[in-house]
C-alpha cells in the first residue's frame, strides 16, 4: 500500500486527513507546534495534532521543517508521496524529492487565481463569483507547481469565508480522494498552470479588519463576509471597538427633486462614518450607499443583532 507523509495544521486540512487515513497508509503527520491562545495564553494544539491523536497516527511539530530532525522523521517515515493542505511552511528541495511521487498540495482556489496564504477570503473581497479547489504537484514556488485536477464552484451572494471554508475544504479532500489513484498509477499528468490570471492572497493581519468608511459600500460589505471570522470586520465607536459580524447594503436615500444635467433625479450623499437608524437597525454612512448592521459584538459582550443593539447604544445616531 501507498505509504503516505500528511502535512497540515487548522481544521481546512481535517477532511483531507481523515480520507486519506480511510484510504491509504498514512505513516506520519507533520504539524505546526501547539500555539497559546486565547486571554489566558494557554498552549493549544493545532487540529490536526488531535485528528492525528484520534487515528493513532504518529505525529511531529516542527517549528521549521528544515530542522534536521525534523527531516532525518521524514526519512525515517519513507513515504511514497507527502500530501500538504495549508500546512504553512514552504517545501525545501529535499523534502520535495524525497518521496517518488513527489509532494501533491490541496489548495482552495482555481489556480495560478489567489496563490498564496489566504485565497478564501480573497476571493470574496475581490467579489469573484466562482472559485473551487486544486489539487496541483509541488514544486519550489508559492503555488506555482503543475495541477493534476481542479473543481469550481459557485460563491453564494452571502458567503462568509467561515462557509466557503468549510465547503471547500470537503470539495478539496474528495477531490483528493478521485484524483490519487490515477496520479499515482501514471494515468494522469500534472499539466503546468496558465501564466495569465495570477494574482495572490497574502496573509491577513488584524489591522485589516478596520472598515473605512470613505470606500465604497459594498467593498465594505465584502470585507465583512471574507473576514468572517478571521481577523474579523470592526468599527470605532465612541472609543471602543464594534466588531461588525454581518452587515447589508441600503441604497442611498431619495434626493430633492434637483436633476442632474443629464435630468435624471439625484440621490442625496450620506457623510462617511455617519451613524443612522435605518428600520431601527444601526447603520453607517459610505461612498454609494449605507451600510446596515445586522449582527454586532460591542467590546467585551456577545454578539447580538443589530436591534438588541441598539436598545443599549441609544446615542448610537446622536
Known sequence: ?????????????????????????????????????GRGRELKAPPVKLLALELGIPFIQPEKLRQPEAVRQLREWNPDLIVVAAFGQILRPEVLELPRFGCVNVHASVLPRWRGAAPIPAAILAGDEETGVTIMKMDQGLDTGPILAQRVIRIHPDETAGSLFQTLSALGANLLLDTLPDYLSGKRIPQPQPEEGVTYAPMLKKEQGRLDFTREVNELERQIRAFNPWPGAFMDFDGTMLKIHRAHVAPLPAGDRETSRRGRAGTREVEAGKRLVIQNQPAVGARGGILVLDEVQPAGKKPMSGRSFLSGARHWAS
Open 1 to 37: 500500500m501507498t505509504r503516505i507523509v500528511f502535512m497540515g495544521s487548522p481544521d481546512f486540512a481535517l477532511p483531507a486527513l481523515r480520507a486519506l487515513a480511510g484510504a491509504y497508509e498514512v505513516v506520519g503527520v507533520v504539524t505546526q507546534p501547539d500555539r497559546a491562545s
